[in-house]
């Protein structure tokens, strides 16, 4: 169980899955980097994705937004694939848009950033468990 809540760790993972459209914070162009294997691993498993670049304008044939701020109302849920020192400024985003589930991937959390969506009320992932394992990412 992670601190503040009483889901479990299966619990907080089914709940962020639950969503309809998951954004992913720290999308990359670059095929090797886990920004660009966390946003394939979606577009694998055939869920609605939108990657946040603030450079980029479309990463696997997929158009980017700018920040968090950009993304539609209906995503409900992001996986964090960012330092801890941007985590933390994604995390405050994340709670003025409304966004319920974060899922910080391993090397991406903070302490910091945890406190703060979880004082928030938020779902938050961030106990080491990884997207592409649970979802079964492959390389093409």
């Known amino acids: ?72 109302k209906h995503v409900s849920s992001l996986s964090i694939i960012t330092p801890p020192q941007v985590t933390e400024q994604v995390v405050d985003l994340a709670i003025s848009r409304g966004v319920k589930n974060l899922w910080m991937q391993p090397g991406a959390e903070s302490e910091a950033a945890i406190a703060m969506a979880e004082a928030a009320g938020l779902n938050v992932i961030a106990d080491g468990s990884c997207l592409l394992v649970v979802l079964g990412y492959h390389e093409h």
Do not use: W
């Open 1 to 72: 169980m992670v601190r503040g809540s009483t889901m479990t760790i299966t619990e907080r993972i089914d709940t962020f899955l639950g969503a309809d459209t998951f954004g992913v914070v720290g999308a990359s162009s670059k095929p090797h980097k886990y920004g660009n294997k966390v946003l394939r691993c979606y577009q694998q498993n055939r869920h609605k994705v939108i990657p946040v670049n603030p450079v980029e304008k479309e990463i696997e044939g997929l158009t980017c937004v700018a920040s968090v701020s950009d993304l539609p």
